[in-house]
């Protein structure tokens, strides 16, 4: 599966909600960096992370187009409340080894109606 593929059947997965399917997507020793939080490292626990996000929040990616340059795929997004974002997606025989997104934590909170946490 090419970086482009796998990016493109990893948003249906989001779409759906499905944290068992995304992390089927994953090394078993895979790094999901949101750089607006701790890096998950692991299958089992970015499994975790999908599942808690999903069960605080209906979230939609669009896709604004995605790129492919050898083993990386890049996907720029938006959701329907106006958040952007991209991610950059490292991708090894066919599964994610490393992952990183840039987004914006505060602004998310916000249009969730989330707790803003004190730092």
């Not at 990893?10 to 997507?25: H, I, M, P, T």
Request: hydrophobic residues 40%; contains cysteine; glycine residues 8%.
């Amino acid at each position: 599966m090419t970086p482009k593929d796998l990016i493109e059947a990893w948003v249906k997965a989001f779409n759906e909600g499905n944290a068992a399917k995304l992390s089927d997507f994953y090394h078993d020793d895979a790094v999901n960096h949101q750089v607006a939080n701790e890096p998950i490292e692991g299958k089992s626990a970015i499994f975790e992370m999908f599942s808690d996000e999903f069960r605080q929040a209906e979230m939609t990616c669009i896709v604004e187009q995605i790129l492919e340059d050898g083993e990386w795929g890049i996907l720029e997004w938006k959701d329907p409340l106006g958040l952007r974002g991209c991610g950059f997606f490292h991708v090894v025989d066919g599964k994610i080894k490393f992952q990183r997104g840039y987004w914006d934590r505060l602004s998310f909170l916000r249009m969730h109606n989330l707790p803003i946490p004190k730092e």
